[in-house]
């Protein structure tokens, strides 16, 4: 019977040991082992070494449930403050990003101690937020300035010589591409990627900054291709566009405040279109411009009755502004000086007269050779302005011609507005005009709409038919002189006795010219300059011709101002300024004994020189060009 039973606890052991390891098949090793010892049949060698055996499986048997004990961090709750400072240290050192999904799992083992204590939803979400913001704060956060650093400095080496003057072999270079090649770190109830946060701070930065500024829309797709490449970053297109919107200022709001865009903006007669002062606009990095097309989009949107808007709108304005026109000539210091001027001209004119009449007498016939052409001295011109400036200066610096001249640009600014709006008219009936039946199939101007079976609702809508037609026909002016409607509705009232005053506004010209030369040359050298100069910066001023222009078409005063012969007197001042400046500086030993310093001067007093002529022959083409529209 003994023995009956050790053989069942052999074929048990047998059994036992022949399949995985088990508590339970442990305990029954252990008592079939306890049976056969007690029956005496191993030695103590044996035994030994089957009790060394058995302790060995029961190891292999709670070693998964050892491993977790032994890692077990659910500890870390109550020093979860250690968690940021952590993540900071491993953010300073990029070759130790891949402790972060270490970090994070050490900490998700609080779960299981917040689980076993009972915690509610609420406080499980309020650790994982927990979580959520030092990784944000600790790692995302710092990983997007970074990486937008990182890419602008790039994008600006490629561009500007020295901006990121860095050596990889001393100073080292940190790779962040560690941080976005992580795998998503999973949480709690959740799992935050870390590149996908970094694209889409990315894709919102190059979208809102584009916005702001749609000049530097190449740049942020620079942006965006360095960080697909070096970073592996999947940004999204920026679907903005990179051209400049047809649509531009409406033409519209520009007539109610007219008062103010003549004052922001230059006009261009050439290019037919308004270019804004560098000053109107000192915190942008582009200038707005309104052109004809521009105006015929307004046009599209209004109606071609903005046109008239823009006459009664321009007349109101006018008005205003000749006030100030009359004011200036009428102030008692501006008035004596140019009566002074008459007395000069009048006295220079008739010594001239006198003088051809003494020779043609004396010599029986006029001599061809005789110069009978009175010019207007440069030098009075300097004169006049350097009296004027005495008188005081606004606290902007300006003197009061300086103001004047300014008052006669807005007035021609206005006039380049309307002259614009007329053209974009054009410009768009001219577009309409694609879509009008050809001339065989236009109705007749005095057709009429009296067949059989017309309604008087499509009677009528004939005839605005036709009046549209025609109005495309004559360009949506209907063929009316608007530069002739406001000549004629000033001059009446300022050529009056009453306004003698304003007779001597043409020997005012020779000065006012003058300033404006040296001006827009002075604004010419600060466009390349930094700072507050920069703000006075400018390349065209054209309205200032069309003022002049337009002011002697009301005042009827072109052939008193062409008697003056004043650009020709400018020509001949500018040949004799140069051929002083270069007999002044020749030495003793000649040209070539010019010292360098002689020789910088020379070469700058001949480039200010140069300067003024180019101005003044410009100025002098702006006037002919203007008046080719402004003459009656």
């Known amino acids: 019977m003994a023995t009956q039973k050790l053989i069942n606890y052999f074929i048990y052991l047998v059994h036992v040991l022949s399949g995985p390891v088990t508590l339970k098949r442990m305990q029954i090793l252990r008592i079939c082992l306890d049976a056969i010892r007690g029956a005496n049949l191993l030695s103590q060698e044996d035994v030994v070494l089957s009790a060394e055996c058995v302790e060995l499986a029961e190891r292999l048997c709670v070693y998964r449930r050892n491993i977790q004990d032994e890692c077990d961090t659910s500890f870390l709750f109550f020093s979860r403050e250690l968690f940021p ?29 917040l689980m076993r204590a009972g915690a509610s939803n609420e406080d499980m979400m309020t650790f994982g ?6 990784l944000d704060r600790e790692i995302i956060q710092p990983l997007c300035r970074d990486i937008e650093n990182d890419l602008r400095l790039h994008l600006h080496a490629a561009h500007i010589v020295g901006v990121a003057d860095v050596n990889p072999m001393t100073q080292g270079v940190r790779d962040l591409s560690s941080f976005t090649n992580l795998p998503p770190v999973r949480m709690l109830n959740r799992q935050i990627d870390i590149k996908n946060r970094v694209e889409i701070y990315l894709n919102r930065m190059f979208h809102n900054h584009t916005a702001i500024a749609l000049h530097n829309w190449k740049s942020y797709i620079e942006m965006r291709n360095i960080a697909i490449s070096k970073y592996g970053l999947r940004c999204s297109e920026i679907e903005l566009p990179s051209k400049t919107l047809e649509q531009g200022l409406d033409v519209l709001e520009l007539m109610r405040n007219v008062h103010i865009f003549v004052s922001r903006y ?7 279109c308004f270019v804004e002062k560098v000053s109107a606009a000192p915190d942008r990095k582009h200038l ?25 709108f321009a007349y109101q304005y006018l008005a205003q502004r000749f006030q100030l026109f009359s004011q200036f000539l009428f102030d008692d210091h501006i008035r004596s000086a140019l009566l002074k001027e008459a007395r000069m001209v009048n006295a220079e004119t008739k010594a001239k007269s006198d003088t051809i009449k003494l020779i043609t007498k004396q010599s029986g016939y006029r001599a061809s050779t005789v110069d009978d052409k009175f010019e207007y001295p440069v030098e009075r011109a300097i004169r006049f302005v350097s009296d004027v400036r005495k008188l005081g200066l606004s606290p902007d610096g300006l003197s009061f011609i300086d103001q004047f001249r300014t008052l006669v640009t807005e007035i021609g600014n206005a006039l380049g507005f309307v002259r614009m709006v007329r053209l974009g008219a054009m410009h768009y009936s ?19 709409f009296e067949a059989d079976g017309l309604s008087e609702q499509t009677k009528k809508a004939l005839k605005n038919l036709q009046s549209e ?5 004559t360009g949506g002016t209907d063929g009316t002189d608007y530069f002739e409607v406001l000549v004629s509705v000033f001059s009446t009232e300022l050529r009056n006795k009453a306004r ?54 009301v005042l009827n005063q072109h052939q008193a101002f062409d008697a ?9 001042h500018f040949d004799t300024e140069r051929k002083r400046a270069n007999d002044s500086s020749v030495g003793g030993f000649g040209i070539l004994g010019r010292t360098a310093d002689e020789k910088t001067k020379l070469q700058v007093k001949l480039e200010k020189i140069a300067a003024l002529e180019r101005e003044f022959i410009h100025l002098k083409h702006s006037l002919v060009s203007a008046r080719s529209f402004v003459s009656f």
């Open 564 to 572: 003056l012969h004043w650009f020709e007197s400018a020509s001949r």
């Open 430 to 448: 001219t577009n309409a005009a694609k879509f009008v039946p050809s001339s065989e199939a236009k109705l007749a101007r005095n057709q009429s």
């Open 266 to 272: 230059n006009y261009n007669l050439n290019t037919q």
């Open 85 to 113: 400072v952590c993540l900071s240290q491993i953010y300073n050192d990029a070759n130790e990003a891949g402790r972060v999904i270490l970090l994070m799992n050490a900490f998700r083992c609080c779960e299981v101690l």
């Open 129 to 134: 937020n927990f979580l959520e913001r030092c």
């Open 500 to 553: 003698e005053h304003l007779d001597s506004f043409h020997l005012i010209l020779p000065a006012l010219t003058w300033s404006a030369a040296e001006a827009i040359v002075a604004s010419q050298d600060t466009l390349f300059r930094r700072g507050k100069e920069s703000q006075m910066s400018s390349f065209t001023d054209d309205g200032f011709s069309l003022g002049i222009v337009y002011l002697l078409s």
């Open 288 to 312: 707005n411009t309104i052109s004809t097309r521009h105006v015929a989009n307004s046009i599209r949107t209004h109606g071609t009755g903005i046109t008239h808007t823009t006459i009664n």
């Open 469 to 473: 037609l025609e109005a495309l026909s």
